[in-house]
C-alpha cells in the first residue's frame, strides 16, 4: 500500500491521475454537447432532453458528485505538477521558443484551465443552480443570451476550452503510452479535430437562439 501511494504521488502518478481525469471529462464534454446540440432542433426537442436527462434521478445526483470529485483531482493534481515544474525550474528561460511541439494549447494549460474553472462556476450558477419552478430551461438559457456580455462570456468559455481540449487530450493519451511516431499524428488531429467541433457547436449556440429568439 506504501509504494502505492508514493508511486500516485510522484510525478509520474500525479501526470496518470491527470490524464485519466482529463480523459473522463472529454468524455462527459462530449456528452454534454450533444445534449445541448439538440437546441438546434428546437425548443420541444432541447426540453425533452432535458426532461429525460433529469428522469434519471439518482444515477444523475451520482454522475454529478462523481464529476465533483474528479475536478477536485484534476485541480488539486494539476496545479501541484505546476508548482513542482515552477520549483524544478525557478529561473525562466531567457529565450521561449516553440520547439519540440509547442503549441498554445501547451503553453497554457495551466492558465485556461485557472479561467474555465471561473467559467464553470458562473456556468453553473446560472444555469443549474437557479430555480426552475416556474420556468423552462429552454427560457433560462434564452433569456441569458440575451445580454451580449454573457454571450460574449460563454463564447471565451467555450473557446478556452477547446484551447484546452487541444492539448491536454492528446497529451493524455501520450501519458498512457500512446506515444509512438505511428499513432500520435493521428491523436493530435482527432484531439485538434475535437476541439474544434466543440468550440464551433456550443461557440455558435448563443447566435443561434439570438436569431432566432
Known sequence: MKWFLQTLTASLGLKLIMALSGLC????LIVHTFGNLTIYGGQAMFISYAEHLHAL???LTAAEWG???????????GLTLFVQNLLARPVRYKVNRRAGGRT??????????LLLLVFIIIHLLD??????????????VRAAFNSP??????????????????????????????????????????????ALAIG????LLPIYISISA
Open 25 to 28: 471529462f472529454c468524455l462527459f
Open 57 to 59: 434521478g439518482l444515477l
Open 67 to 77: 464529476l465533483v470529485i474528479l475536478a477536485a483531482i484534476h485541480i488539486v493534481t
Open 104 to 113: 498554445i494549447g501547451s503553453a497554457t494549460m495551466p492558465y485556461t484551465g
Open 127 to 140: 444555469f443549474h443552480f437557479v430555480d426552475k419552478s416556474h420556468t423552462t430551461i429552454f427560457d433560462i
Open 149 to 194: 456580455v454573457y454571450i460574449g462570456l460563454y463564447m471565451a468559455g467555450v473557446l478556452l476550452a477547446a484551447v484546452h481540449i487541444s492539448h491536454g487530450l492528446w497529451s493524455a493519451f501520450q501519458t498512457l503510452g500512446a506515444n509512438h511516431i505511428k499513432y500520435m499524428p493521428t491523436i493530435r488531429v482527432f484531439s485538434i479535430g475535437l
Open 200 to 203: 464551433v457547436g456550443l461557440g
